[in-house]
């Protein structure tokens, strides 16, 4: 079946460093990709998306590139902030495999360190 | 902003008991779900639900657990008799079509 494969946490990092969490995907067809973020105490919020291969989803400062050639959609950002602090998760949608069901990573808390 | 709002943040219930989670999604929402947190675990689909059907269920979602929208506005997740591993956190979602979730903060289930 389906599958989502992010990084290990926690990530810590200084304000205004460099972020990257990995992920990487098994699907059939031609899944959609998102990222959601949680913040403490909150519900789970949708990021940013991309829908097809080579599609850059963007938002808040964040940005991940669909890569169906590495089977991948990394999150990164250029400068963190610490409201940046939370747990991401990578999911999946594969509507081609004729489920809207989100099949989620296991999350990456980061915490950014002023 | 339109919310989805889970009602209780969190509910204590001992092992064997049934317990209902609630839910009330945006309203001109049409497709409903429930996903499942266990602590340090991914999350994780349950059921989804569209015009007044299951339309989908994991293999988790099994004869202990049931869903109703029984009034229009609440959805509901009920489960028959608890076991410690129904511990989680349940998380109430909807969309207008089948993209676009919003989800709820969750209600916390601890099974003693």
């Known amino acids: 079946g389906d599958s989502v494969t992010q990084m290990e946490g926690p990530v810590t990092l200084s304000e205004e460093a460099f972020l990257t969490i990995n992920c990487t995907y098994t699907?059939?067809?031609?899944?959609?990709l998102f990222w959601y973020v949680q913040y403490p105490g909150e519900g789970l919020q949708l990021l940013l998306k991309?829908?097809?291969?080579?599609d850059k989803g963007s938002n808040k400062g964040f940005e991940a590139t669909y890569r169906k050639e590495t089977t991948s959609f990394h999150l990164e950002k250029g400068s963190v902030q610490v409201s940046d602090s939370a747990v991401y998760f990578c999911?999946?949608?594969?509507?081609?495999?004729?489920?809207?069901?989100?099949?989620f990573g296991k999350g990456t808390k980061l915490s950014v360190i002023p | 902003e339109p919310e989805v709002t889970q009602t209780p943040s969190h509910q204590v219930t001992q092992m064997g008991q049934e317990v209902i989670l609630r839910c009330v999604p945006i309203?001109?929402?049409?497709?409903f779900y429930w996903y499942r947190q266990i602590l340090g675990q991914k999350v994780e689909f349950l059921v989804s639900?569209?015009?007044?059907?299951?339309?989908?269920k994991s293999e988790i979602f099994d004869d202990q657990f049931s869903v109703e929208r029984p009034d229009g506005s609440n959805f509901t997740l009920k489960i028959r008799s608890t076991k410690l591993e129904d511990s989680a956190m349940y998380f109430c979602?909807?969309?207008?079509?089948?993209?676009?979730?919003?989800f709820g903060s969750g209600t916390r289930l601890t099974v003693v």
């Open positions: 979602a909807s969309s207008e079509r089948a993209y676009g979730y919003t």
């Open positions: 699907a059939t067809g031609y899944p959609s």
């Open positions: 991309a829908t097809k291969a080579d």
């Open positions: 999911a999946l949608s594969n509507s081609g495999a004729g489920s809207y069901q989100l099949t």
């Open positions: 309203s001109n929402h049409l497709y």
């Open positions: 639900f569209y015009n007044n059907e299951i339309s989908e």
